[in-house]
T-cell receptor
Framework: DVKVTQSSRYLVKRTGEKVFLECVQD?????MFWYRQDPGLGLRLIYF???????EKGDIPEGYSVSREKKERFSLILESASTNQTSMYLC???????????FGPGTRLLVL | AQSVSQHNHHVILSEAASLELGCNYS??????LFWYVQYPGQHLQLLLK??????LVKGIKGFEAEFIKSKFSFNLRKPSVQWSDTAEYFC???????????FGTGTRLLVSP
């Protein structure tokens, strides 16, 4: 079974703080993704990575950056958290053979 | 750019009722189609997917979906829902080869016992 884990289920941060969200997958997948999920908006792609040190902007990259130093780990960084970044953040990993993305449990971030 | 529409935002059904959730996409090229489900407090998981072949695909827990290319649709169905089907359902589309999913806004289904 594909296992995608995220470092925190819940996180509370203050405006202006730097925030790191970590995602790890154990299936040697090359492609990994970060989404945010908001009520009524569905999932929106923030960034994705198709290999170590490679990254591509998704649909809503503003205010975010990512890091992929190792194949199994993909980090999402909020350089200076703002209240409009309060959301559920989902990480996914792509099984290219199955052509299917598998999701982690999500991190619910509250920015005060 | 690809976009995905789920017209039903909230659906309330009684147990044993039939379910159909609509999903339409905009781009007419070759696509891969997915339905994901998120049960309360759980992570998003794959319900079913369509890549090619028989346009009627069957997934887990008695769900099925039909791809109608001429209508750009991939509607999800279940003949008889159960209380445990209460969840949020997301349709997603991938333009084949791009490895990026575009999601619809989701449909919250509440099944009353």
């Amino acid at each position: 079974d594909v296992k995608v884990t995220q470092s925190s289920r819940y996180l509370v941060k203050r405006t202006g703080e730097k925030v790191f969200l970590e995602c790890v997958q154990d299936m040697d997948h090359e492609n990994m993704f970060w989404y945010r999920q908001d009520p009524g908006l569905g999932l929106r792609l923030i960034y994705f990575s198709y290999d170590v040190k490679m990254k591509e902007k998704g649909d809503i990259p503003e205010g975010y950056s990512v890091s992929r130093e190792k194949k199994e780990r993909f980090s999402l960084i909020l350089e200076s958290a703002s209240t409009n970044q309060t959301s559920m953040y989902l990480c996914a990993s792509l099984d290219r053979i199955q052509e299917t993305q598998y999701f982690g449990p999500g991190t619910r971030l509250l920015v005060l | 750019a690809q976009s995905v529409s789920q017209h039903n935002h909230h659906v309330i059904l009684s147990e044993a009722a039939s379910l159909e959730l609509g999903c339409n996409y905009s781009y007419g090229g070759t696509v891969n189609l997915f339905w994901y489900v998120q049960y309360p407090g759980q992570h998003l998981q794959l319900l079913l997917k369509y890549f090619s072949g028989d346009p009627l695909v069957k997934g887990i827990k008695g769900f099925e979906a039909e791809f109608i290319k001429s209508k750009f649709s991939f509607n999800l169905r279940k003949p008889s829902v159960q209380w445990s089907d209460t969840a949020e359902y997301f349709c997603a589309v991938e333009n084949t080869g791009f490895q990026k999913l575009v999601f619809g806004t989701g449909t919250r289904l509440l099944v009353s016992p």
